[in-house]
């Protein structure tokens, strides 16, 4: 039934399962989870999803065929959004699964509105750092560097000045995709802190490397014309990079970069330092 309304359908066979396929498959939004499995129960399973994921991560369905109410009302303790009984009223069955469905839609595009900036569709300073030291942590447990690097659109105002700032805005959506589209395939978190000034954080890349790869990016820009409107715009960008100690947290690394984006700025703009 699952198969035929469109939603893909992973089966697993145990609580442990579903634990590790959560972790594996970060696109998985519902769990419908049986009361009884070989290793733990349902209210265990929805317990355990709880602590690692928010609701607005993955929502949890319970079913049972039991007919003791105290198994729906277990699930919901335990941190479940729903209750169905076995066996299955077919049509009850996909009104549930719809709602569900329905409400994790909603309430991720109230976060994209919280969270994404409303020009250029890229993450706004708000996500950056909220998300932003989570992903420091995570590197860090795992040992591995992380680097931040804030990108500023060179002579923006002028810009603005000479072309309007419909051309600006334009520009800025432009320079932005061309961002993205350069990271695809990357752990990083690119956001737009406000005006023409980018943020760029890259777990798992000590600063020769995060130097290699926005120094390619500060190229390419410079190296190809945006089309912005009827107009074709030679754009360049000033980068500052810094690498993020065992003991900085993001605030300071952030002032780093920024005091490296001024020396790039004094040193002549459309290059990066670190």
Excluded at 35 to 50: C, K, Q, S, T
Excluded at 90 to 104: D, G, P
Excluded at 182 to 187: F, K, S, W
Excluded at 225 to 244: D, F, N, R, W, Y
Aim: proline letters at 3%; one cysteine or more.
């Amino acid at each position: 039934m699952l198969t035929s309304q469109q939603y893909t359908v992973v089966e697993v066979g145990s609580g442990a399962d579903a634990l590790t396929m959560l972790e594996k498959d970060q696109d998985i939004r519902l769990v419908v989870s049986d009361y009884n499995m070989p290793d733990m129960d349902g209210f265990e399973l929805a317990r355990r999803i709880r602590r690692r994921y928010s609701a607005e991560q993955v929502r949890v369905i319970g079913i049972s065929s039991s007919t003791d109410r105290a198994i729906s009302a277990g699930f919901l303790k335990a941190g479940a959004h729903d209750f169905i009984s076995r066996p299955f009223v077919l049509e009850e069955l996909q009104c549930r699964i719809a709602s569900n469905a329905e409400t994790l839609l909603r309430m991720r595009q109230l976060h994209d509105l919280a969270w994404r900036d409303y020009l250029t569709g890229l993450f706004n300073r708000r996500y950056f750092f909220e998300r932003g030291p989570k992903m420091i942590a995570e590197a860090r447990r795992s040992e591995q560097p992380t680097c931040v690097a804030i990108l500023d659109i060179d002579h923006f105002k002028r810009l603005n000045d000479e072309h309007g700032h419909d051309a600006g805005d334009e520009a800025l959506r432009v320079f932005s995709a061309g961002l993205g589209e350069a990271l695809v395939g990357m752990p990083h978190l690119l956001a737009r802190l406000g005006g023409e000034e980018f943020a760029l954080l890259l777990p798992g890349l000590d600063k020769g490397d995060a130097g290699s790869l926005t120094d390619a990016i500060r190229a390419g820009i410079a190296e190809r014309p945006m089309a912005v409107g009827p107009l074709m715009l030679g754009l360049t960008v000033s980068i500052g990079l810094a690498e993020i100690s065992a003991r900085d947290s993001l605030d300071v690394a952030l002032r780093n970069a920024d005091r490296a984006l001024y020396a790039a700025k004094q040193a002549g703009r459309n290059r990066i330092q670190a």
